[in-house]
């Protein structure tokens, strides 16, 4: 079945330096790629996602990068904001004959320094 | 508002005695699924269910059971819990296709 990885698990910045999350996966079958946010007590949530037909996807100051032929991709946040402290997950989905099978990686601990 | 809603968000029991976790969506979703979060494993599927009467495993489906009777809601049943159990639980649903998840605010089951 899929694997994803993701690194790092931790990840300490200053307030309007750049983050950078990574995460290769293995099945080259799947074909999209959401990105959660997730903060402390709540559900994760969806902040961009991209398809396996898109090297690069923006929105404001989140970006993510797709590589297929390497199988890995990665989120960008630049200028980062307290606010965006929390817990990234990536994931891979793939399209199998009972449904799409949604793989998450392990979580990366954002923390914001002001 | 669209909604998943979980219910209890949080549980502390005893080894063996039954439990449901109740789930709920308000947006028509075909596709609902049930995760687990444990500390540095990310989410792992539960179980999944299509639609109606469909449902199948996920990843780590052992010691839990799911019904879909209705569209709106997706029991987690746990007929004889055990301490591995002790997690955080999510639900969540979606449309069909490669569209995105949308996830309850979790229950914290803690069994002893």
């Known amino acids: 079945g899929e694997n994803v990885e993701q690194h790092p698990s931790t990840l300490s910045v200053q307030e309007g330096d750049s983050a950078v999350i990574k995460c290769t996966y293995s099945?080259?079958?799947?074909?999209?790629f959401p990105w959660y946010k997730q903060e402390l007590g709540k559900g994760p949530q969806l902040i961009i996602d991209?398809?396996?037909?898109?090297g690069e996807k923006k929105d404001q100051r989140i970006a993510v990068t797709l590589n297929k032929t390497a199988k890995h991709f990665s989120l960008h946040i630049t200028e980062t904001q307290p606010e965006d402290s929390a817990v990234y997950f990536c994931?891979?989905?793939?399209?199998?004959?009972?449904?799409?099978?949604?793989?998450f990686g392990g979580g990366t601990r954002v923390l914001v320094k002001p | 508002e669209a909604q998943v809603t979980q219910n209890p968000r949080y549980l502390i029991t005893v080894t063996g005695k039954k439990l449901t976790v109740t789930c709920s969506q308000n947006?028509?979703?075909?596709?609902m699924s049930w995760y687990r979060q444990d500390p540095g494993l990310g989410l792992r599927q539960i179980y999944y269910?299509?639609?109606?009467?469909?449902?199948d495993k996920g990843d780590v489906p052992e010691g839990y059971k799911v019904s879909r009777k209705e569209k709106r809601n997706f029991p987690l049943i746990l007929e004889s819990p055990s301490p591995n159990q002790t997690s955080l639980y999510f639900c969540?649903?979606?449309?069909?296709?490669?569209?995105?998840?949308?996830f309850g605010d979790g229950t914290r089951l803690s069994i002893l």
């Open positions: 099945d080259s079958a799947s074909n999209y």
């Open positions: 994931a891979a989905v793939m399209i199998k004959a009972a449904g799409n099978k949604l793989t």
């Open positions: 991209i398809r396996s037909n898109v």
């Open positions: 947006m028509n979703h075909e596709y």
């Open positions: 969540a649903s979606r449309e069909p296709g490669n569209q995105p998840q949308h």
């Open positions: 269910s299509m639609n109606v009467e469909v449902t």
